[in-house]
């Protein structure tokens, strides 16, 4: 079942940030920039399969969408799109199960 749209705030958005030495992005107007920002960072992230991660915007809603290996990842996910400055509104419909194709290096 997808989760409905969370307001990103503080005690939300930053509750333990595995990416705390990082920097945040620079901004970019438009939501295919924030969404290409967002697909950067789940790249760089140093998790494989985040790089598998669709990501798109409805209207202000950032979505991530696509199947990882566990909650854990899930939650990598939300936290690392969160990073990027300006998204306001995320849904993660991450669906938990096996990952059958891992396109990532090594």
């Known amino acids: 079942m997808p989760q409905t749209a969370m307001h990103a705030a503080p005690f939300a ?3 333990i940030d595995p990416l705390e030495n990082e920097t945040r992005m620079p901004v970019t107007s438009g ?3 924030k969404a290409e920002q967002i697909r950067r960072v789940l790249r760089e992230s140093g ?3 985040l790089r598998l991660v ?3 915007s409805r209207d ?3 979505v ?3 199947q990882v290996s566990c909650f854990y990842l899930k ?3 939300q936290t690392v799109a969160l990073t990027v400055p300006e998204v306001q509104k995320l849904s993660n419909e991450l669906k938990v199960g ?3 194709s891992l396109e990532c290096d090594g």
């Open 13 to 15: 958005t930053w509750p």
């Open 31 to 33: 939501s295919n920039c």
């Open 47 to 49: 998790y494989g399969e």
């Open 54 to 56: 669709a990501v798109s």
């Open 60 to 62: 202000e809603v950032v």
């Open 64 to 66: 991530l969408e696509g």
């Open 75 to 77: 939650q990598i996910a």
């Open 98 to 100: 096996a990952v059958t």
